[in-house]
């Protein structure tokens, strides 16, 4: 017998009857025994049931009313699972479908899965409203949170470790690293390893791994890379294709190679870019092919910068078989190497375009750190009241995004601007800026020692 089903039932018919826990309760039935009934917890007699359920007047029909139920449930599990498979395929049919199972109530088992899809959809609908599908999404995973909270029964399905590294993933595009982190980690500590959803703990490793880099805790990021790398090494091959899409494996290979970048293990870095270049092209995969080359040229950036502008160029090449926003990395590196070669001209071409792709996707982060690239061109040809209203747009959204340090660097490239334009006006008052702005930062730093 499915008591949680048979408890949703029952619980709907005294609702029908207009009563309450305490009105329908008597000697024999006590109200929380009704609420224990209710809840589905094994704890109570089936005698208590069959005569709560005759209470209600549904004591003949109560093996077929929880037979059809358990069919109707199979029929929604089904269907949602079906779902959950083409999500990205059809985004807006996807989501006009879980519209119409808005019916499913917070007593249905299926109701987090149910608002796991609902979250991703929302998720997925960032592009469009940025913000605000993000906290939507927020919304739904943790109200799967409250009710796994509730739940007497164990996580089979690895729904807390599943949710939890969703809710990390709005954190990052919220640009709250540390929160999205500490998801991540609790993502981590819940997962159980027998039970379903087996690709998850891979997808949180990538994800920590990314978190780490971007709170620049390399020595972390890389120790949890070489944690996953070890997994899917030890891993079956064929049960690796079977839980890990091939997005993800490709941009294990894509993160791995930026963290190495970084610690300066260049060659290490440059193997694991190459071989996913190798993968990407075997497969036709073009978006993470440009990735790939973009990242390579980003390891050759110091040490070679032709080799660096031929990668770049690389990713460009196929730009008609690739997503916009995985050729904008591509094309301000190329812009920025433009200005080391003193090629200004072809540099700001890039760059303006760069602004106009961004633009249309109102990422306003590559804005910013394009417009701080725009201004150093203008800046390194001596153009200095041109490059001005850049690093001014770019403070704007520095501020805006609580970026301290990239407020500082625009800071002082507007002290040393406007020096050169001998507005010493306006050069005191930035250089007023730059100290309140060093103290701001040294005062933040102090709350995280």
Known sequence: MNRKLLGAKLK???????????????????????????????????????????????????????????????????KLSKLDGVLTADLDASMKQLEELSFISKDSKLSPQYHLLLGRCCFLK????????????QKHYNEILNLLLKSLEP??????????????????????????LECTEKGIDAYRETGKRQATMFYLLVNKAMYLEHLNEDERALQTLEELWEK???????????????????QIHINFAKVLNKVKHYQRALEFAEAGVNIARQNNNYDKLALLW???????????????????????????KVKEQNIVYALKN???????????????????????????????????????????????????????????????????????EKQYENIVNLCYCYKKTNNMDAHNYYLK?????????????????
């Open 12 to 78: 709907e018919r005294r609702r029908e009857l207009k009563e309450s826990m305490d009105s329908i309760s008597d000697e024999f039935i006590s109200a929380s025994t009704v609420g224990n009934i209710e809840r589905g917890l094994p704890n109570v007699a089936q005698e208590k049931i069959q005569y709560y359920a005759e209470k209600l007047g549904l004591g003949k029909e109560l093996f077929g009313i929880l037979s059809e139920a358990e069919r109707r449930e199979k029929e929604l599990e089904a």
């Open 126 to 137: 960032r592009t469009i409203n940025g913000e605000k599908m993000l906290y939507k999404a």
């Open 155 to 180: 996580d089979e399905a690895n729904l807390r470790a599943a949710t939890l590294n969703e809710l990390g993933r709005t954190f990052y595009y919220l640009r709250d690293y540390t929160k999205a």
């Open 232 to 250: 899917i090494s030890s891993s079956n091959p064929t049960k690796i294709l079977a839980v890990l899409r091939l997005e993800t494996f490709l």
């Open 294 to 320: 973009t990242m390579i040229g980003t390891i050759y950036e110091e040490r070679n910068i032709n080799e660096a502008v031929q990668h770049y160029l690389n990713a460009l090449s196929i730009r008609e």
């Open 334 to 404: 190329l812009g920025f190497l433009y200005i080391k070669m003193k090629q200004f001209e072809e540099s700001q071409k890039v760059l303006e375009e760069v602004i106009e792709i961004a633009g249309k996707r109102k990422d306003e982060v590559t804005i910013l750190d394009t417009l701080m690239v725009q201004g150093t061109c203008y800046r390194e040809q001596g153009l200095y009241l041109e490059s001005i209203p850049s690093y001014k747009n770019a403070l704007e959204l520095s501020v805006k995004h609580k970026l301290l």
């Open 433 to 449: 800026k730059t100290f309140e702005l060093q103290v701001s930062m040294m005062e933040l730093e102090a709350t995280h020692q």
